[in-house]
């Protein structure tokens, strides 16, 4: 028996029910602890339903009338957390193999039936986010965060074992790497009482860091620093937009994974994202079995076949010029798209999900994007137009990754950003990657919450990260 509690109650250790639940020791006393799901029954025997978040499984307690008293009982209701010793027992019913025949009941919280909100089931996932702070106590949002927390580890483990360094940039940081000004500011200042020069403009002299900070947009600059030096690196850790975007995709907090490659090319670097994303979702289908079986049959009876399929074929790759020509085509035949399609557009998820999920039925890396749309470090192509991005598009989310083969060459990515006006006096040491050993390298980010979007099949990214963070709303 593995023990995972180094309390003793009684002389007996609590097992964990995912633990619990392999057990064949029958007749042996057993401790499990958790919160009640349900109690059913009659006069002459009651069944709860115990889950301590070990797994999606719930252990039964059986308790035969007398062997517990009314007081206790009474007590037991959904919500309520409770310690169980009792003996360990094959199962008569379906759908388990043990149960535990309860002797002694300790009641740890009650729970009032009349407050506690999570009393039935199928409450809707807008009820569940003004309670998330109870949410994670549902069988869909427990399967949720235990595969995120194997996507983690998955994450963790692929760059580990190739020799991968984790790199950690920092969340502060004064320069806008994406260079789209959604950064939130940071600030010990008297807001209320803002010293100005004679311009109008906030004066940072004597801010906490003496000039403007802003959270972090992205780790790619410093990860490029690393690159450079260490080889192979990535970071894992959260970001902030503050992008006034209301759709069920973005968030104004969420976590994201850059590798750094340097001498990656941005074929290298395709190779690399799609090897990552297939190792991710193979992880969670080997992992997470009884969680996706769960969310396969409650939230998208597709999930499990869609992640399958994303595994069995090469992603289809081809430059953004040939994907807008396939999209006007379509238009043409008569295809509505809420947002115009030309040559020069940011293509719109609608536009993403039509090459991936109609034309192709694959997932699709699409390179060699205009640079007008793209950031400032991306290598320039030959025909001045373009750039080494590459874009990987999912079936049902649209951009996963968003990439690029970065300018290696130091007047080439000075040019762009004198001609993008970025303050120069803010990138100096960025420039010096281009001015000591500069090299060609390649990267990527990955939004953590947009592949979880993927693997567990949830339809809204507010409700893959336990506290979502988004326009007008920062509650918990
Ligand atoms: O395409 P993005 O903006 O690229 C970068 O930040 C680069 N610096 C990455 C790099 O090359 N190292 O963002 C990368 C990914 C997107 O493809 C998307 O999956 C996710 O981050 N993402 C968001 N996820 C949730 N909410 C948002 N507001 C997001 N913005 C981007
Ligand atoms: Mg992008």
């Not at 959604?182 to 209320?192: A, D, G, I, R, S």
């Not at 976590?255 to 990656?264: D, H, K, L, S, Y």
């Not at 809420?338 to 890396?365: Q, T």
């Not at 303050?423 to 050993?437: A, E, N, V």
């Amino acid at each position: 028996m593995q023990y995972n509690n180094d309390i003793l109650i009684m002389g007996i250790k609590r097992t964990k029910i995912v633990d619990a639940l392999a057990l064949t020791n029958y007749g042996s006393e057993i401790n499990v602890k958790g919160w009640v799901r349900t109690k059913r029954g009659n006069k002459n025997v009651s069944f709860i339903a115990l889950n301590d978040g070990s797994t999606i499984k719930n252990i039964q307690l059986v308790v035969d009338a007398g062997s517990i008293s009314e007081d206790i009982l009474k007590d037991v209701t959904t919500g309520a957390c409770i310690s169980c010793i009792g003996t360990l027992v094959q199962s008569q019913g379906a759908g388990q193999t043990v149960e535990v025949l309860a002797k002694s009941i300790e009641i740890y919280g009650k729970a009032d039936v009349n407050e506690y909100p999570l009393q039935k089931k199928g409450c809707s996932m807008e009820f569940l986010r003004e309670i998330a702070h109870l949410r994670p106590r549902t069988n869909t949002f427990g399967a949720v965060f235990r595969i995120r927390h194997n996507m983690a580890i998955a994450i963790h483990k692929f760059f580990h074992d190739k020799g991968f360094f984790y790199f950690h940039t920092p969340i502060i940081t004064a320069s806008d790497c994406e260079g789209a000004g959604q950064m939130f500011q940071v600030t010990t200042k008297n807001l209320y009482d803002l010293k100005k020069d004679e311009n109008g403009s906030i004066i940072y002299d004597d801010d906490f860091f003496g000039k403007m900070a802003s959270l972090t947009v992205s780790g790619q600059l410093e990860g490029e620093l690393a690159a450079t030096a260490l080889g192979s690196i990535y970071t894992f850790g959260p970001t902030f937009r503050a992008e006034n975007s209301n759709t069920p995709r973005h968030l104004a907090e969420f976590w994201m994974i850059e590798p750094e490659v340097a001498f990656n090319d941005l074929y290298d670097n395709m190779d690399l994202a799609e090897e990552f994303i297939k190792y991710c979702v193979q992880w969670a289908l080997d992992n997470c079995q009884d969680d996706l079986a769960f969310l396969n049959q409650m939230i998208d009876k597709g999930l499990i076949e869609r992640l399958q399929s994303v595994l069995k074929a090469p992603f289809t790759r081809l430059p953004y010029t040939e994907g807008i020509k396939i999209l006007e085509e379509a238009v043409a035949k008569g295809k509505k798209f809420e947002f115009p399609v030309y040559w020069g557009c940011d293509l719109a998820s609608e536009h993403e999900r039509y090459l991936v999920e109609e034309h192709f039925k694959n997932p699709v890396i699409l390179t060699d994007y205009p640079k007008e749309i793209k950031a400032f470090y991306m290598k320039q192509n030959e025909d001045g137009k373009t750039v080494r991005a590459m874009d990987v598009l999912f079936p049902t989310i649209g951009e996963i990754i968003g990439g690029s083969e970065r300018e290696a060459d130091y007047n080439k990515l000075l040019t762009r950003i004198q001609e993008l006006n970025i303050p120069m006096k803010d990138m100096w040491w960025y420039l010096d990657t281009r001015k000591f050993g500069s090299c060609p390298h390649s990267g990527f980010g990955l939004g953590f919450e947009r592949l979880l979007l993927f693997v567990t099949g949830m339809t809204n990214i507010r409700d893959v990260i336990p506290f979502p963070r988004t326009p007008r709303s920062a509650e918990f």
